[in-house]
């Protein structure tokens, strides 16, 4: 009796502990004329967001709010770029990078909590 309330105390324990370490995961691949991506994700830890978009007009966001340790990533080829990050908890980390050609690239990070890294890269040609 002992061991059978042992084995499923640990079940208990291993399920709660992965649900509250549970992680949402988006990947958005887009390709056309006008691309158009919104990302939500909240709850949990351990969030990733990934967009890469390749397009004349190029629009992204995402959002993570949870217990922290999410990670977001933009890439960005086009004529015309905008990308925002929005991320509360600790340890975050944000990317995005944005490539245009002729045009115009805009990027707005905000990350509340300790220990976030943001890194912006934005190259235009010519």
């Known amino acids: 009796?002992?061991?059978?309330?042992?084995?499923?105390?640990?079940?208990?324990?291993?399920?709660?502990?992965?649900a509250a370490f549970a992680q949402n995961t988006v990947t958005t691949v887009q390709v056309g004329g006008a691309n158009f991506s919104t990302t939500s994700q909240t709850g949990g830890t351990a969030n990733s967001a990934s967009l890469s978009q390749l397009g004349?007009?190029?629009s992204g966001s995402a959002t993570q709010v949870s217990g922290g340790l999410n990670l977001s990533g933009m890439t960005q080829v086009g004529v015309v770029n905008g990308a925002s990050v929005?991320?509360?908890g600790a340890l975050n980390g944000?990317?995005?990078?944005q490539t245009?050609?002729?045009g115009?690239?805009?990027?707005?990070?905000?990350?509340f909590g300790l220990g976030n890294v943001s890194?912006?890269?934005?190259r235009r040609f010519p």
Do not use: E, K, P, Y
Not at 104 to 111: F, I, R
């Open 56 to 58: 004349l007009i190029n």
């Open 94 to 97: 944000s990317q995005i990078s």
């Open 86 to 88: 929005g991320q509360a």
């Open 1 to 18: 009796m002992f061991v059978r309330q042992t084995l499923l105390a640990g079940f208990a324990t291993l399920a709660l502990s992965t």
């Open 100 to 102: 245009s050609f002729f």
């Open 104 to 111: 115009s690239n805009s990027a707005a990070v905000g990350q």
């Open 119 to 122: 890194t912006v890269t934005q």
